[in-house]
């Protein structure tokens, strides 16, 4: 059974940062591409960042420079750091494995 826990998530002021973590079982993790998206409130979800199995990463244009995705396939965990926070990145944060899996999400407030 897949399971993708993610952890992180709270309240922080703008400016501020936060990591997230995405603890994965059930799937060869070191083989799995996996990525972080994001739904904010009245948004529909949206692809944040993606980190192939062999370390090669993407990230969208709002995110770039802010946000730092990285893996430690080790620990089966992917993270999300994420730095400079803005409000507009308030959102229910989740991880996915292999394009198929999902995890069931963490929240990131951001607000003064």
């Known amino acids: 059974q897949v399971r993708l826990l993610e952890s992180g998530g709270g309240l922080v002021r703008p400016g501020g940062s936060l990591r997230l973590s995405c603890l994965a079982s059930?799937?060869?993790?070191?083989?799995?591409?996996m990525a972080w998206y994001r739904q904010g409130p009245g948004k529909e979800r949206e692809l944040v960042a993606t980190?192939?199995?062999?370390?090669?990463?993407n990230y969208a244009d709002s995110v770039k420079g802010r946000f730092t995705i990285s893996r430690d396939n080790a620990k089966n965990t992917v993270y999300l750091q994420m730095n400079s926070l803005k409000p507009e990145d308030t959102a229910l944060y989740y991880c996915?494995?292999?394009?198929?899996?999902w995890g069931q999400g963490t929240q990131v407030t951001v607000s003064s």
């Open positions: 996915r494995a292999r394009w198929m899996y």
């Open positions: 059930g799937i060869n993790f070191s083989t799995s591409t």
């Open positions: 980190i192939t199995n062999s370390g090669s990463t």
